[in-house]
């Protein structure tokens, strides 16, 4: 498996430090500067006390920022360690993400679709590797949501199906009218990894997906 937990925590670790020595080399370069305006000040006209309390406030309110700043580093670090193990956990698992590709292997083959609303009537076409449909299966009445299906590998025409890839069309109606409806594939994820928007699964022949694009975890 590809996750990288150790990689993705010292990272992250590691911003919040550089962050910390910032703020700290900041304030001591301030103080120092200020205690030097001080000593070298005019006796006969001093810095009054509403300057030196600005100039503090100024380095309070920098401060507050940075350490602020160093909070959310923080934050951030403990994000992507919880998210990367709940990547790890999910190698081996079957997922349903976007799209219309159906396997079938030993006379069984599944797949599932997205609502946006309910609808009076739900309808899978499976289609072979050249387009011709071979089994078309009414579901009724449909809930707003993710739904899973599953083929048997029966044919309409009373056949047994060769295992093999196949797709699928979902169609949906509501009062006549056709409604949106969204195919879902089932894959395996066979390893985690980071990449630039986060965690990527890889999901062999559907390619790699974001975490984000699971529809459901089987």
């Known amino acids: 498996m590809a996750t990288n937990i150790n990689a993705v925590t010292s990272a992250t670790a590691a911003s919040a430090t550089a962050v910390s ?13 200020l205690i030097s305006q001080m000593k070298n000040q005019d006796p006969l006209n001093p810095m ?3 300057q030196v309390t600005s100039q503090m406030a100024q380095i309070s309110t920098v ?8 909070s959310i580093v923080s934050m951030m670090s403990q994000f992507a360690g919880m998210e990367a193990v709940q ?20 006379g069984a083959a599944a797949g599932g679709f997205e609502l946006p609303a309910a609808v009076d009537r739900a309808e899978i076409t499976v289609y072979d590797s050249k387009g011709q449909a071979v089994h078309t299966a009414q579901l009724g009445a449909a809930a707003a949501g993710v739904h899973r299906f599953e083929w ?19 169609k949906t109606t509501t009062s006549g009218t056709e409604a949106t409806a ?8 066979n390893g985690v990894s980071r990449g630039a928007a986060g965690l990527e699964l890889d999901l062999g022949t559907l390619g790699t997906r974001a975490l984000a694009d699971i529809k459901r975890i089987q």
């Open 21 to 33: 020595k910032t703020t700290d080399d900041g304030q001591d370069r301030f103080l120092k500067l």
């Open 87 to 106: 990547g790890a956990s999910l190698a081996g698992r079957n997922v349903l993400v976007a799209g219309s590709a159906l396997t079938l292997a030993g």
């Open 182 to 189: 969204q195919g879902l594939t089932l894959g395996t994820v």
């Open 48 to 50: 009054d006390n509403a």
């Open 152 to 170: 048997d590998g029966m044919t309409d025409a009373g056949q047994k199906a060769a295992d093999g890839q196949y797709s699928f069309k979902v």
């Open 63 to 70: 401060s507050g920022i940075d350490k602020l700043n160093t």
